[in-house]
Protein backbone atom coordinates (compact mmCIF):
# COMPACT_ATOMS: atom_id res chain seq x y z
CA UNK A 1 0.00 0.00 0.00
CA UNK A 2 1.03 3.06 -0.82
CA UNK A 3 1.25 5.95 1.71
CA UNK A 4 -1.52 9.23 1.28
CA UNK A 5 0.73 11.59 1.64
CA UNK A 6 3.73 9.87 -1.12
CA UNK A 7 0.30 9.59 -3.45
CA UNK A 8 -0.17 13.38 -3.39
CA UNK A 9 3.44 13.85 -4.52
CA UNK A 10 3.34 11.27 -7.39
CA UNK A 11 2.15 12.08 -10.95
CA UNK A 12 -1.01 10.91 -12.59
CA UNK A 13 0.84 7.78 -14.45
CA UNK A 14 2.57 7.10 -11.64
CA UNK A 15 -0.52 6.71 -9.04
CA UNK A 16 -2.44 4.71 -12.30
CA UNK A 17 0.95 2.49 -12.73
CA UNK A 18 0.34 1.75 -9.11
CA UNK A 19 -3.23 1.41 -9.06
CA UNK A 20 -3.04 -1.24 -12.01
CA UNK A 21 -0.42 -3.15 -9.81
CA UNK A 22 -1.60 -3.55 -6.62
CA UNK A 23 -5.44 -2.16 -7.35
CA UNK A 24 -4.65 -0.35 -4.04
CA UNK A 25 -8.07 1.50 -3.46
CA UNK A 26 -5.99 4.95 -1.74
CA UNK A 27 -4.30 4.77 -5.28
CA UNK A 28 -8.23 5.31 -6.97
CA UNK A 29 -9.31 7.81 -4.14
CA UNK A 30 -6.61 10.34 -5.28
CA UNK A 31 -7.02 9.87 -8.79
CA UNK A 32 -11.06 10.59 -8.19
CA UNK A 33 -9.68 13.91 -5.73
CA UNK A 34 -7.72 15.55 -8.50
CA UNK A 35 -10.31 14.93 -11.41
CA UNK A 36 -13.66 15.10 -10.53
CA UNK A 37 -14.86 18.14 -10.85
CA UNK A 38 -12.97 18.01 -14.12
CA UNK A 39 -15.44 14.77 -15.09
CA UNK A 40 -18.13 16.17 -12.85
CA UNK A 41 -17.90 19.65 -15.13
CA UNK A 42 -17.69 17.51 -18.70
CA UNK A 43 -20.48 15.94 -17.59
CA UNK A 44 -22.17 18.75 -16.63
CA UNK A 45 -21.53 20.81 -20.03
CA UNK A 46 -23.08 17.37 -22.13
CA UNK A 47 -26.20 17.49 -19.42
CA UNK A 48 -27.33 20.62 -18.05
CA UNK A 49 -28.13 18.46 -15.11
CA UNK A 50 -26.22 18.76 -11.78
CA UNK A 51 -28.13 15.38 -10.67
CA UNK A 52 -27.45 13.67 -13.74
CA UNK A 53 -24.01 15.14 -14.37
CA UNK A 54 -23.18 13.65 -10.99
CA UNK A 55 -24.18 10.30 -11.84
CA UNK A 56 -22.81 9.80 -14.41
CA UNK A 57 -19.59 11.33 -13.08
CA UNK A 58 -20.00 8.38 -10.72
CA UNK A 59 -20.34 5.89 -13.68
CA UNK A 60 -17.32 7.24 -15.36
CA UNK A 61 -15.12 6.42 -12.62
CA UNK A 62 -16.62 2.76 -11.44
CA UNK A 63 -15.53 2.62 -15.23
CA UNK A 64 -11.91 3.86 -14.94
CA UNK A 65 -11.80 1.84 -11.65
CA UNK A 66 -12.81 -1.40 -14.08
CA UNK A 67 -10.30 -0.20 -17.05
CA UNK A 68 -7.48 1.45 -15.38
CA UNK A 69 -5.53 -1.44 -16.70
CA UNK A 70 -6.26 -0.61 -20.40
CA UNK A 71 -4.22 2.71 -19.30
CA UNK A 72 -0.46 2.14 -20.78
CA UNK A 73 1.08 5.49 -20.46
CA UNK A 74 1.06 5.90 -24.31
CA UNK A 75 -0.76 9.51 -23.38
CA UNK A 76 -1.19 11.63 -20.69
CA UNK A 77 -3.67 10.55 -18.04
CA UNK A 78 -5.87 13.03 -18.30
CA UNK A 79 -6.28 12.88 -21.82
CA UNK A 80 -6.76 9.33 -21.62
CA UNK A 81 -9.61 9.98 -18.73
CA UNK A 82 -11.54 12.75 -21.11
CA UNK A 83 -11.04 10.18 -24.07
CA UNK A 84 -13.36 7.52 -21.22
CA UNK A 85 -15.29 10.89 -19.68
CA UNK A 86 -16.43 12.36 -23.58
CA UNK A 87 -16.83 8.58 -24.79
CA UNK A 88 -19.18 7.81 -21.91
CA UNK A 89 -21.29 11.09 -22.45
CA UNK A 90 -21.71 10.73 -26.06
CA UNK A 91 -22.51 7.41 -25.45
CA UNK A 92 -25.11 8.28 -22.61
CA UNK A 93 -27.02 11.45 -24.90
CA UNK A 94 -26.98 8.49 -27.95
CA UNK A 95 -28.58 6.17 -25.72
CA UNK A 96 -31.20 8.49 -24.34
CA UNK A 97 -33.80 9.59 -27.02
CA UNK A 98 -35.47 12.07 -24.69
CA UNK A 99 -31.77 13.50 -24.28
CA UNK A 100 -31.76 15.41 -28.34
CA UNK A 101 -32.11 18.66 -26.46
CA UNK A 102 -29.21 18.25 -24.54
CA UNK A 103 -27.01 17.81 -27.15
CA UNK A 104 -26.87 21.02 -27.71
CA UNK A 105 -25.57 21.70 -24.62
CA UNK A 106 -21.79 20.76 -24.92
CA UNK A 107 -19.40 23.38 -23.84
CA UNK A 108 -17.78 24.75 -26.99
CA UNK A 109 -17.24 28.33 -25.39
CA UNK A 110 -13.73 27.23 -24.81
CA UNK A 111 -12.73 25.95 -27.99
CA UNK A 112 -12.56 30.01 -29.11
CA UNK A 113 -10.07 30.43 -26.50
CA UNK A 114 -7.41 28.76 -27.96
CA UNK A 115 -4.20 29.14 -26.36
CA UNK A 116 -1.61 29.04 -29.92
CA UNK A 117 -2.90 31.90 -31.69
CA UNK A 118 -1.33 30.75 -34.93
CA UNK A 119 -3.52 27.79 -34.99
CA UNK A 120 -6.54 28.43 -37.27
CA UNK A 121 -7.30 32.07 -37.08
CA UNK A 122 -11.02 31.19 -38.89
CA UNK A 123 -11.61 28.80 -35.87
CA UNK A 124 -11.21 31.43 -33.46
CA UNK A 125 -13.10 34.18 -35.51
CA UNK A 126 -16.70 31.72 -35.25
CA UNK A 127 -19.45 33.07 -34.05
CA UNK A 128 -20.59 30.53 -30.87
CA UNK A 129 -24.04 29.91 -32.03
CA UNK A 130 -22.81 28.93 -35.11
CA UNK A 131 -20.02 26.90 -33.75
CA UNK A 132 -22.06 24.39 -31.60
CA UNK A 133 -24.84 24.22 -34.03
CA UNK A 134 -21.77 23.23 -36.59
CA UNK A 135 -19.93 21.21 -34.01
CA UNK A 136 -23.60 18.87 -33.15
CA UNK A 137 -23.85 18.34 -37.03
CA UNK A 138 -20.50 16.62 -37.65
CA UNK A 139 -19.67 13.07 -36.78
CA UNK A 140 -18.98 12.62 -32.97
CA UNK A 141 -15.37 11.47 -33.81
CA UNK A 142 -14.33 14.88 -35.82
CA UNK A 143 -16.00 16.63 -33.56
CA UNK A 144 -13.82 14.64 -30.23
CA UNK A 145 -10.75 15.10 -32.09
CA UNK A 146 -11.53 18.98 -32.50
CA UNK A 147 -12.49 19.73 -28.88
CA UNK A 148 -9.21 17.31 -27.82
CA UNK A 149 -6.75 19.37 -29.34
CA UNK A 150 -8.82 22.89 -29.01
CA UNK A 151 -10.55 22.76 -25.68
CA UNK A 152 -8.56 20.75 -24.14
CA UNK A 153 -5.16 21.36 -25.64
CA UNK A 154 -3.99 18.58 -26.05
CA UNK A 155 -0.69 17.64 -28.34
CA UNK A 156 -0.10 16.10 -31.25
CA UNK A 157 1.53 13.80 -29.28
CA UNK A 158 -1.04 13.29 -26.68
CA UNK A 159 -3.41 12.49 -29.46
CA UNK A 160 -1.06 10.02 -31.51
CA UNK A 161 -0.45 7.96 -28.25
CA UNK A 162 -4.26 8.42 -27.71
CA UNK A 163 -5.79 6.88 -31.12
CA UNK A 164 -2.69 4.81 -31.41
CA UNK A 165 -1.47 6.27 -35.12
CA UNK A 166 1.32 8.65 -36.48
CA UNK A 167 1.73 12.14 -36.75
CA UNK A 168 0.71 12.57 -40.21
CA UNK A 169 -2.46 10.59 -39.33
CA UNK A 170 -3.47 12.86 -36.46
CA UNK A 171 -2.93 15.98 -38.81
CA UNK A 172 -5.19 14.68 -41.60
CA UNK A 173 -7.85 13.73 -39.11
CA UNK A 174 -7.44 17.33 -37.56
CA UNK A 175 -7.49 18.48 -41.14
CA UNK A 176 -10.56 17.02 -42.37
CA UNK A 177 -12.00 17.80 -39.51
CA UNK A 178 -11.40 21.33 -39.08
CA UNK A 179 -12.73 21.18 -43.09
CA UNK A 180 -16.00 19.76 -42.38
CA UNK A 181 -16.53 21.85 -39.56
CA UNK A 182 -15.68 24.84 -41.64
CA UNK A 183 -17.72 23.85 -44.45
CA UNK A 184 -20.64 23.33 -42.31
CA UNK A 185 -20.66 26.28 -40.51
CA UNK A 186 -21.06 28.33 -43.60
CA UNK A 187 -24.08 26.78 -44.31
CA UNK A 188 -25.96 27.75 -41.07
CA UNK A 189 -27.61 30.81 -40.42
CA UNK A 190 -28.56 31.91 -36.76
Not at 1 to 18: G, Q
Not at 83 to 109: E, I, Q
Not at 170 to 180: D, F, H, P, Q
Amino acid sequence: MVDREKLKLMTDEAIASEMVKTMDIRCFEELYNRYEKLVFNKCLSFTKSKAVAQDITHDIFLKLFVSIGKFQGKSKFSTWLYSLSYNHCVNYVNRDRDAKMMRHAVDTDELLNLQNPEDDFEIQSMEVERLKSALEKIDPEEKMILLLKYQDDASIGDLEALYEIGTSAVKMRLSRAKSKLLKVYKTIEI
